[in-house]
């Protein structure tokens, strides 16, 4: 059950998601599935209590809600499969600050160790106020650590923008199991888009965003001796949660090895449920649910459908 502040956020991107969407170009309803071209997929991480993943449900273990009504799950897969992932590096002047430029290099040398060399794809992208292409997508990932050590902090930050181009260039790929992980402070300064938008754009092509945002110790909102007021990057968690993704906040060694394997780990295993989508265009809100009350899903906001 989503939470009013969530169905307000809905309601922010629900026309952002169209007008962006549109000027991206975002091929937004991409056939996951070899059946027909006209169905949309969404894929959906699920766990259980204790946080374990739950990889033995059947479709009848699922309800889409397609506009707040039911609709019929025609296709269905429950695999793990090879990872397309964009690693998009933070490189604005205040990562310079208590070594989080050096926090994010390590959390991303993290998330390098879990993945499949020669299976998993990956691009290597940082951006201050611009986006910049470190390493074009590669399935060779050793040739990914030299350009990880030339990231130099410097500029104003345009997290969001970022954010949604490297989404977009995730979602032209066309493999199922895809994301965006982001490693930055947090701060944004420059962007054109607001959270909210770049949650309507990622939404609309099912490339979930995580987020891990690096902070020194004193700065991170878990910790007892935290300075940071409660309710701490509440639009970046939001963000990513209607992405079908997380956000995660590392001030520790420890951290950033739990964020990376999670993230990987749920990449790799999730379920991907197709539907028809409804004849109308625009803007459509997606809801996944499980029948079993134990067990929480994620999976993105909703769509967007190009055709009248």
């Known amino acids: 059950m989503r939470s009013v502040s969530h169905v307000v956020l809905a309601l922010t991107f629900l026309a952002a998601a169209t007008v962006w969407g549109q ?15 006209d169905r949309v997929s969404v894929s959906a991480v699920v766990r259980d209590q ?4 739950v990889m033995d449900l059947q479709p009848h273990d699922f309800q889409v809600l397609d506009g707040g009504r039911p609709t019929t799950i025609m296709d ?7 990872v397309t992932l ?8 205040s990562m310079q600050v208590s070594g989080k430029d050096r926090a994010a290099r390590a959390v991303a040398d993290q998330v390098l160790a879990w993945l499949e060399s020669g299976k998993d794809e990956v691009t290597l992208l940082s951006f201050d106020k611009r986006l ?23 500029g104003l930050t345009s997290l969001h923008d970022a954010i949604a181009a490297a989404a977009r260039s995730v979602a032209q790929r066309g493999r199922s199991h895809r994301g965006v992980v982001v490693l930055t402070d947090g701060l944004d300064t420059s962007s054109r888009l ?8 990622a939404s609309s092509i099912d490339v979930p965003i995580y987020i891990v945002t690096v902070l020194s110790p004193i700065d991170d909102p878990e910790s007892r001796t935290s300075l940071v007021p409660e309710g701490y990057g509440g639009a970046l968690r939001d963000l990513a949660d209607w992405t079908g993704g997380r956000l995660f906040t590392s001030s520790a060694p420890s951290h950033s090895s739990v964020a990376a394997r999670r993230i990987v780990e749920e990449l790799r295993h999730q379920y991907l449920l197709a539907f028809e989508p409804a004849g109308k265009a625009g803007w459509h809100p ?6 079993d009350r134990n067990l929480t899903v994620r999976a993105r906001g909703g769509y967007y459908a190009g055709r009248s």
């Open 23 to 37: 000027q991206l170009g975002v091929q937004t309803d991409r056939p996951t599935f070899k059946s027909r071209i």
């Open 76 to 82: 269905f897969r429950a695999d793990r499969a090879p």
């Open 286 to 291: 997606v809801e996944v649910r499980v029948r």
């Open 50 to 53: 204790k946080g374990r993943l």
């Open 132 to 154: 910049r292409e470190l390493h074009g997508f590669t399935s060779n990932l050793e040739r990914l650590s030299g350009p990880l050590t030339d990231v130099e902090p410097w």
């Open 194 to 201: 607001t959270p909210p938008e770049v949650s309507g754009i």
């Open 86 to 93: 964009a690693l998009l590096m933070d490189a604005s002047g």
